[in-house]
């Protein structure tokens, strides 16, 4: 026996966004930055399971909701010029609620075409039926040929021929990563060893793709309360524990002191 899955086709990324915020009742201005994210992903691995092609302004929203995400997870929050605490939401809430605006008018609009469409021009229909057996007459246009409007008719068809031959081409590549895969990879190194280097994680895999999603899995992990860190003084690196009940992020300094 076989069943048909069948996913419903939203017109564009913030349609997606608007459509969860909408069925999950969400305030707008205060979006749950990891639950969207996570059915934003979740729709977008059910197209690809499907084999359908993924557009790109999905791609683009979807690493746009990974950025904020990152910057919510990370400790030290961004700051203005005044010193307040910037939201990386506030970007995003703003083209959503602009995009809420004008999808509030599409429908009126497409009421005033199709009643418009149905409406008759006023005029001489019988000059304008005139006009365009005139416009349309092969015979008539042939006369009027010439050697000069043959040429500027082949410039315009190669300058053409030329835009499409050098049209850029975008290519979107798939990394075989996830943050789930990278989380379970993380933890099951904390298993067979007491404690990992995040230099040591990067040099298993040096791929930028790779750095990335570990990194944010361990920022994830960390606000899980699943590891700790330790940060070194006057070094880029920082060493992962598993959890044992104690602050999530601390220093030599701080272990010195205790």
């Known amino acids: 026996m076989s069943f048909e899955i069948k996913l419903p086709l939203f017109k564009g990324p913030f349609d997606l966004l608007l459509f969860f915020i909408e069925r ?13 994210t996570t059915d934003f992903l979740e729709y977008m691995h059910q197209m690809e399971r499907m084999n359908m092609e993924i557009a790109s302004e999905f791609i683009l929203v979807a690493a746009t909701l990974m950025r904020i995400k990152a910057k919510m997870l990370l400790p030290r929050p961004e700051l203005d010029e ?37 409406k008759e021009k006023r005029g001489n229909i019988l000059k304008e039926l005139r006009h365009l057996a005139e416009v349309n007459n092969v015979e008539a246009e042939l006369q009027d040929l010439d050697l000069y409007k043959l040429l500027k008719v082949f410039e315009r068809v190669m300058d053409r021929f030329e835009e499409e031959k050098n049209k850029p081409v975008h290519t979107i590549q798939q990394y075989p990563y996830t ?7 993380i933890l099951a190194k904390l298993k067979s060893s007491e404690k990992v280097s995040f230099v040591q994680v990067i040099e298993e895999n040096r791929e930028k793709a790779a750095v990335i999603y570990n990194f944010l899995a361990i920022l994830e992990l960390l606000q899980l309360h ?33």
């Open 226 to 258: 699943l590891i700790t860190i330790h940060i070194g003084l006057g070094f880029n690196n920082f060493w992962i524990e598993d959890y044992q009940g104690e602050v999530g992020v601390s220093s030599e300094e701080e272990l010195t002191q205790e």
């Open 179 to 185: 943050i789930e895969g990278q989380k379970e990879y």
């Open 24 to 36: 999950d009742e969400l305030d707008i201005y205060d979006i749950p930055i990891h639950k969207i």
């Open 82 to 118: 005044l010193g307040n605490e910037i939201d990386p939401r506030e970007e995003l809430v703003a083209h959503l609620l602009e995009y809420k605006k004008y999808k509030s008018i599409v429908g009126e609009l497409a009421e005033m075409e199709t009643g418009r469409s149905h």
